[in-house]
């Protein structure tokens, strides 16, 4: 018997799904957030010609949470009342899917909390793309998990949307936050078909980060040289600062007025120690735009 229970159909009736270049997961949880990360993914699906995917996540209640008989009840009449609200909150998702202009399907995914987290991550596996909110951690983490789940055992790049922000009109500008390291260099690889439409692209490296071996020409010259190979012209420059790297990137960002952030994640593997600490924080916590992270 399964632990979790996955569900899969197409938004309205009779209506062939098709496939496009990229695959698109788009996270949902019937909060008004769900506007904001679908206008990034159907911006996201019409400039990449890709499918979307809706993950709607209904959290059930922790079973380790309750005990005994009375608990036994508790947990049931919890979870009945779950279910029925993720059934309402479905019907609504798969009309507003309805409206899309993209090839796509609503998936729900019901389960408790640790359950959820692996099956989430499981279906990033098989999309290009992973949607969700940033997580900040001076607001509720509700999803921290999940995403910290998606990041480290998905093996796909996350694009984590600021909180109430919607998409540009079109990434003119991307920033790409270089380290060398293998986090640096899976981010840029996951973010190739949204830097190949920038306008211009920006590879920062600064000077006093600690992972990699920031700030030597070799490697800036041989990122730009593969970018280069990609039909992709790209300007290096490193930074030096005495004070937070990733204040510094920030301002940068907002210097060149980036659309987009491509960084590698660094953290352990637990989601409280990867927020808590470095340039990955300060970009989670502070980014205007929307940040391509991968680890």
Not at 26 to 37: C, N
Not at 119 to 133: I, P, Q, S
Not at 236 to 255: F, H, I, K, M, Q
Request: glycine fraction near 10%; hydrophobic fraction near 45%; include cysteine.
């Amino acid at each position: 018997m399964n632990d979790f229970a996955l569900s899969s159909r197409p938004a309205g009736e009779l209506q062939p799904v098709s496939a496009g270049n990229l695959d698109i997961a788009v996270h949902l949880d019937g909060t008004a957030e769900d506007e904001v990360r679908l206008a990034h993914a159907e911006a996201l699906a019409a400039r990449c010609e890709a499918r979307l995917t809706g993950l709607f996540t209904n959290l059930l209640p922790d079973p380790g949470l309750y005990a005994g008989e009375f608990g036994a009840t508790a947990i049931g009449q919890l979870t009945d009342g779950a279910i029925q609200e993720g059934n309402v909150t479905e019907l609504r998702l798969l009309q507003r899917l309805a409206r899309l202009g993209s090839p796509h399907e609503l998936r729900r995914i019901e389960a408790a909390p640790e359950v959820l987290e692996r099956a989430v991550a499981t279906e990033a596996r098989w999309n290009d793309l992973f949607v969700a909110t940033c997580p900040r951690p001076n607001e509720s983490l509700r999803w921290g998990p999940m995403i910290e789940g998606v990041l480290f055992e998905g093996g796909r790049g996350l694009y984590l949307v600021p909180p109430k922000v919607g998409p540009r009109a079109a990434i003119h500008t991307v920033l790409i936050a270089w380290a060398d390291t293998r986090q640096g260099a899976r981010a840029v690889a996951e973010a190739l078909p949204l830097i190949g439409q920038a306008e211009q692209v920006h590879i920062i490296s600064v000077a006093e980060e600690a992972h990699g071996r920031m700030g030597g020409a070799e490697a800036l010259a041989d990122i730009t040289a593969h970018l280069a190979r990609h039909g992709i012209g790209a300007a290096a420059t490193v930074l030096d600062t005495a004070g937070s790297p990733g204040e510094c990137l920030l301002e940068e960002a907002d210097r060149i007025s980036a659309d987009l952030i491509v960084a590698g994640a660094y953290g352990h593997s637990r989601f409280r120690e990867w927020v808590l600490g470095g340039v990955t924080e300060e970009l989670l916590s502070n980014a205007p735009v929307p940040l391509l992270v991968a680890h």
